[in-house]
């Protein structure tokens, strides 16, 4: 199933970095993470143009945080979201078993889940177990869970 989550997300400089946050407390919430607040670390940082960031990142271990993560996503996905993930799925699985997601930062500030590609995104990258590896059987798990 699935190994691990990372999530990460970027506040700029223009953004209130309590309501990026939030964003990412939205999906934490919904997969049943307690104490989240205790896991996200933290990181002051400037980007590339000298301006100051800030970098959250949380990773999920646990199985039925993870599985919940999976199932919360699914389930808040919309139509158009399941159509384009199912079609970008091989794409978005890459060779390490990592399935990539980027969701809309004000979306999730919103409550909602929303896939996007924009860069400025909280960014998910789920690691799938296989064993031994293999790519089938992973993007069977991925459809499994998200399609």
Not at 12 to 31: C, N, P, Q, W
Not at 88 to 94: N, T, W
Not at 124 to 140: F, L, S
Request: aromatic share 8%.
């Amino acid at each position: 199933m699935i190994y691990h989550i990372k999530m990460r997300v970027i506040a700029h400089a223009t953004e209130d970095s309590s309501r990026v946050r939030k964003a990412l407390d939205f999906f934490l919430s919904g997969a049943g993470v307690k104490d989240w607040d205790k896991l996200i670390d933290e990181i002051q940082a400037e980007g590339h143009h000298g301006n100051p960031i800030t970098i959250l990142s949380v990773q999920l271990k646990k199985k039925a945080e993870c599985l919940n993560f999976a199932l919360f996503v699914r389930g808040n996905f919309s139509e158009e979201d399941v159509d384009m993930l199912r079609e970008e799925m091989p794409e978005r699985l890459d060779d390490d078993m990592v399935f990539h997601l980027r969701f809309d930062k004000q979306a999730a500030y919103l409550q909602q889940v929303k896939l996007t590609n924009s860069s400025d995104a909280i960014i998910a990258k789920v690691k799938i177990e296989t064993y031994p590896k293999n790519r089938e059987k992973a993007g069977a798990i991925v459809e499994e869970l998200f399609g």
